[in-house]
Every structure is written in structure tokens, then in C-alpha cells.
């Protein structure tokens, strides 16, 4: 960086690091984008000084406004949840083709692809890449709607702009959730913490078009003029971060793009190669209040590996354990309030149903929320480690009743979710955790419950597993 007390003359590179002096050069009307020269219609250079991007002005005014025009017809939230139900290991596909098909664009994932080219030369100020040329020109007229002659060179305009647009949510957003994805384990906002201390842009440049000064620095005409934002942040951790800019440019897509970095972060691109303990591996047992069992905490079910899946269709599985379930809970009337010990913990007809009810509404809300690109919660069940008092009371016909209410909607609902996911949702299923295939014979084990208290019509009692 330079002294602050050097000579500076013009046409030399002037660098500034602290926060004061970023946010005042962003805010100096006289340091500018440095602009671009530009080139035949739908290459590179012809972009390049098309965008606001690398614009001032009115002509950054009126391209802005294009850019923003399309982002207010986009819903933050449904990004988040689309970029979640990605299936896309390129971050940077991903990025762009939801935020493609958000705006209604013909082939997304094939913008997408194009998207990426451009963004390889994009901030080169003389571009000399024939194949982004190619790129450019193949998506202006993918970018245009159904127009007259007369409002050709408007839709040109915003066409570019929409293509600038693609291209940040490219480069930018898919470095963010490289950045977030790098940080520490226990980082409780991982998005925060990238944007903090390891942003996506380090740096930014203007020029000056006329004499200035920052920060008491002299910043002759023709100087161009680094701002180092990385330094600017880490040096005030007090103040916002400066990577989505600052008044009077700031970025308008910032929510966008932190929505799409989140739905990304939760991800199918984030899936390990075995069960996360987020919520999504079998029920944590926990002692607590009641009557205690004679046993310790353990996973509930057995076998807390990765559920065996087989050629049977996931949709009717949960309907098939809960008719298997209720079977039994009709023998359950005559229960005569003994306790059924099995595999070291105790049971009973109620902590049967409870533990199934509990189990299939456990990771129903984990695949909802794994579709909606949400963290899952996790569970605070005293599961089967505790036998409650309310387990311990008589099963009658009523609560037999109650019993087939409850579980038959609830296979209803795992039906019908399971029914609406596409294979590539079953077997490769956003967020961090089992797939969805595997969750659903995962829970179809819930049987289990209902078998430790086994079939108690007089002289059959059995515990059978």
C-alpha cells in the first residue's frame, strides 16, 4: 500500500486499506468503475460497456435500474429453497441456473454453462477470448422477450444487463459458499463469517476522472485506484462488511445472493458420505424426568449405519409399517399394564405409539426443511429411554382410535411427499444427511416399536422383533 506521505503523481496505482478510506472512495463521485472500451454488438468488450457494472452516471443510473427491475420480481426465499433442491456439484451452475429459471429464462441450465464462460473474462478489461465472445452472443437473444424494432436497442441494453446480472451471481455468490463452506466447523453462521474474514472480492478498483483526494491522500486525474476490502474489514470487525459495496453503489442484489448461498450451503453439493448428527440419524435418546429405564441411552431403533435400501417403492412403505402397526395396537386393548421388556428398555402400548408417531413426524419435519433449504432442528425427544406415566396408563378402544387417526395421516403425508419427489430427490437429496430413499425405509422401521410389545391376544403374547 502506499505511504500516505509519498508523492503520488498521475497514472499510478494508489492503494488504500483502511475502512475510513474504502467507504470514502466508494462514495467519491470522481473515482469510477474503471470503464470499458467497447466492441462489436454481443462480444465481450460490447458487454462489458454495457453493464452497470463498469458504468457511471446516468449511464449507470439507467442501467442499474434494469437490474433492479429484475431482482424486484424475485422472491429471496423461493431462491433459497430452489438453490436447496439443486442437485448440481458446480457451485456456480447451480447459482446460475436457478437464478435463470427465477427469471423465467428458456434452457437454464444451459445459460448456466454459457454464464460461466463469460465470467472467465469478465473483469478483464481487454478481453480477447473468442469462445466468451461466442458465449455472449449466444445468450443476448436469450435474454430478449418478444419486441417490436422500435424498442430493439432498449431490450439490448437490459439483455445485457440481465446477462451482468447471471454473471455476479456466477462468480460472486459461488465464492461466497466456497468461502462459508471452508470456515470453521462450529461457525454458528458460516455465511457471517465468509463475508467478515474471507470475503469474495478482496479488492476493487476505480479510477480517477478527476483531481480528488482520500483520506487527505491526493488522487490526481487518470490514477487508478485500489481499495483493498479485505484488509478495510478485518480492520474495523465493528463496521458492515464492504463486499456487496457501499452507499452510494451498493450491490442491489444482496439478499439475492445470500439467499442462494444459503439454499446452496444446505445442498446436495454438501452431502457426506454418511449420516450427519443433525437430526437426521436415528432418534438420540436421551434419560431425563419420568420413570427411568433400566438401560442407557442408546439410538433408539438399532443399527445407527446408513438404512439398507431395495427395490420397493419408498411411497408405500410408511402406509405398509403403519397397517402393520395398527395391527397389533388392536390386540392392545386387553393389555393387563405390565411393562414388556426388549432389547434392555421397557415398553408399553402408548410408548409404542408414541415412539411411531414420534419417529415419522422427527424426520418428516427433517425432509421439509431439507427441501426448504433450511437447517434441520434437532430432536429433544426423551424417546424410549424414559417410560412416562401417561405411558403406563390402560389402552382402550379410544385410545385405539385416536391411535388410527394419528398414524394413518401421518402415512398419508410420507406418501404423499415421497410421491411428489423425483428420483434425482430420492437419491440425491438436498442438505446434509441420509437421502430421502433412505430415510423413508429408515423409518419404515418403526415397527419396531410396535413389535416389542408384540401381539397380546390372550395366550400370544409375544415380543417378536
Known amino acids: 500500500m502506499a505511504d500516505s506521505t509519498a508523492v503520488l503523481l498521475p497514472s499510478v496505482e494508489i492503494s488504500f486499506a483502511r475502512y475510513e478510506e474504502v467507504t470514502a472512495a466508494l462514495a467519491d463521485p470522481a473515482l469510477v468503475p474503471p470503464p470499458a472500451e467497447s466492441g462489436p454488438v454481443g462480444g465481450m468488450a460490447w458487454l462489458r460497456a454495457t453493464v452497470a457494472r463498469f458504468s457511471a452516471g446516468e449511464h449507470h443510473a439507467a442501467r442499474r435500474a434494469f437490474v433492479e427491475a429484475d431482482l424486484a420480481g424475485l422472491d429471496p426465499d423461493a431462491l433459497r429453497q430452489a438453490a436447496a433442491a439443486g442437485f448440481e456439484a458446480d457451485v456456480r ?27 472467465r473474462s ?46 455476479q451471481a456466477c462468480d460472486a455468490t459461488a465464492t461466497l459458499v466456497e468461502h462459508a463452506r471452508a470456515a470453521d466447523a462450529g461457525t454458528a453462521d458460516p455465511v457471517a463469517a465468509a463475508l467478515r474474514h474471507d470475503p469474495p472480492v478482496r479488492t476493487m478498483r ?31 470487525p465493528d463496521l458492515p462488511p464492504l463486499t ?17 448461498a444459503a439454499g446452496i450451503l444446505h445442498g446436495a453439493s454438501a452431502l457426506p458420505p454418511a449420516a450427519e448428527q443433525d437430526g437426521s440419524v436415528p432418534d438420540a435418546d436421551v434419560p431425563s424426568a419420568g420413570i427411568p429405564d433400566a438401560d442407557v441411552p442408546s439410538t433408539g431403533i438399532p443399527d445407527p ?42 415398553y408399553t402400548p402408548h410408548k409404542a405409539i408414541r415412539r411411531v408417531a414420534d419417529h415419522l413426524l422427527d424426520h418428516l419435519a427433517e425432509v421439509e426443511a431439507r427441501l426448504a433449504g433450511e437447517p434441520t432442528q434437532p430432536d429433544h425427544w426423551h424417546a424410549s429411554a424414559t417410560t412416562t406415566p401417561a405411558d403406563l396408563a390402560p389402552f382402550t ?30 437419491d440425491r437429496s438436498p442438505g446434509r444427511g441420509w437421502s430421502f430413499r433412505q430415510i423413508a425405509f429408515h423409518v419404515a422401521e418403526s415397527a419396531y416399536y410396535a413389535d416389542a410389545v408384540g401381539d397380546l391376544r390372550p395366550h400370544e403374547r409375544t415380543t417378536a422383533r
Open 305 to 346: 449405519d446408513v438404512p439398507d435400501t431395495d427395490d420397493r417403492d419408498p411411497v408405500g412403505l410408511v402406509p405398509a409399517m403403519v397397517e402393520h402397526v395398527l395391527a397389533l395396537a388392536q390386540t392392545w386393548t386387553g393389555w393387563d399394564g405390565r411393562p414388556v421388556a426388549t432389547d434392555g428398555r421397557t
Open 206 to 236: 476505480r479510477r480517477a476522472v478527476r483531481p480528488t483526494a482520500v483520506g487527505g491522500v491526493p488522487v490526481p486525474a487518470g490514477a487508478d485506484v485500489l481499495l483493498d476490502i479485505a484488509a478495510a474489514q478485518a480492520g474495523r
Open 93 to 119: 451452475v447451480r447459482a446460475v441456473r436457478v437464478l435463470a429459471q427465477a427469471l423465467g429464462l428458456a434452457e437454464p441450465e444451459a445459460v448456466a454453462r454459457a454464464v460461466g464462460v463469460v465470467a
Open 397 to 426: 378402544p379410544a385410545d385405539l382410535d385416536e391411535a388410527r387417526s394419528r398414524l394413518t395421516r401421518l402415512a398419508r403425508i410420507w406418501a404423499a411427499r415421497l410421491a411428489a419427489l423425483t428420483p434425482d430427490q430420492l
Open 244 to 260: 456487496f459495496g457501499a452507499p452510494p453503489r451498493p450491490c442491489p442484489g444482496r439478499t439475492h445472493a445470500l439467499a442462494l
Open 122 to 167: 469478465y473483469f478483464t478489461e481487454r478481453p480477447e477470448d473468442p469462445e466468451a465472445d461466442a458465449a455472449v452472443a449466444w445468450l443476448l437473444p436469450r435474454m430478449l422477450p418478444e419486441r417490436d424494432d422500435t424498442a430493439r436497442a432498449a431490450d439490448t441494453a437490459w439483455a445485457a444487463n440481465r446477462i451482468g446480472l447471471l454473471v
